[in-house]
């Protein structure tokens, strides 16, 4: 796969090319986590780097945690960052691989295909004693144009409906504890399981625990055919909150899978006391 297609770049790339493309560190932790991750990037980050809030790039209106905002939002909060139509962006995390593939998909959401996912992240990029910085940073503001296409994101009336057509697979990239619903959720006043008919396929299996990287494609391959997963029929990725399915939304997107897209609300909204059908135990 070259540079052109594959979405990731690694640590020697980036560090070749640091001058020529905008760095965005889209670190996440959930909420009551410390320290939060924008104290992380002022204390290490990637030389030039920015900070995306996923919390704040978001839809405040919604009840529901970080949803889409829409176009206008997009382009003002990340030409705030510095960024422009005409960049190169490149955007990694602290190395969980939790939220940069959610940035990377919304950027391609919203238009700009001109982004990467730095393979391995922050955590890769200091093991190999790369420069870092530390501090809080001003960018200069950029100019980005956006223009939102739904085809990149699901709603939960189309996974209703999806309930009894069947069109779509659905996979889930929750713990197994959780899909099954033998483990809370960590939101408080979710119900337990999973959507009906979905599989399940844990996001933090793609990737390698040491290095940080992402698994080799043969390797993915066989994890999602492993869970029962047509490769060669659509797939919409889901989660806990819509950031972590975007794991395996970059996954099949780097086996060549296209037209796949993500569930926003997931199990947030899903999982809500008066929510639809749920399914538990195994898939």
């Known amino acids: 796969m070259s540079i052109l297609d594959d979405p990731l ?133 950029g100019h980005f144009n956006a223009t939102f296409d739904p085809l990149y994101v699901r709603g939960q009336a189309q996974l209703m409906s999806n309930l009894s057509s069947g069109r779509e697979q659905l996979v889930d990239a929750r713990a197994a504890g959780r899909f099954t619903g033998a483990v809370a959720e960590p939101r408080a006043g979710l119900r337990s399981g999973h959507i009906p008919g979905s599989r399940n396929l844990p996001y933090n299996e793609l990737f390698d625990p040491g290095t940080g990287a992402m698994k080799p494609l043969d390797d993915i391959r066989a994890a999602f055919t ?20 975007a794991v395996l939304t970059l996954a099949l997107y780097r086996l060549g899978v296209r037209g796949s897209a993500l569930y926003d609300g997931s199990w947030s909204e899903w999982g809500l006391s008066e929510g639809p059908p749920i399914a538990t135990g195994p898939a």
């Open 9 to 141: 770049v690694s640590t020697e790339w980036l560090a070749a090319h640091l001058g020529d493309v905008k760095v965005i560190d889209a670190s996440f932790k959930m909420p009551g986590v410390l320290p939060l991750a924008v104290d992380d990037f002022h204390a290490t980050h990637i030389p030039g780097a920015v900070f995306f809030d996923v919390d704040a790039v978001s839809d405040r209106a919604s009840p529901l945690p970080h949803m889409y905002p829409d176009a206008a939002q997009f382009a003002r909060d990340v030409g705030a960052l510095g960024v422009s139509s005409k960049d190169t962006v490149v955007v990694y995390d602290f190395g969980g691989w939790v939220a940069a593939p959610r940035v990377w998909w919304m950027f391609l959401s919203f238009g700009h295909a001109d982004v990467r996912v730095l393979d391995g992240g922050l955590k890769k990029w200091r093991a190999e004693n790369r420069p870092v910085e530390s501090g809080k940073v001003s960018p200069k503001p």
């Open 226 to 245: 492993r869970v029962g997963v047509d490769l060669a029929k659509p797939v919409v990725t889901t989660c806990g909150s819509g950031v972590s399915a």
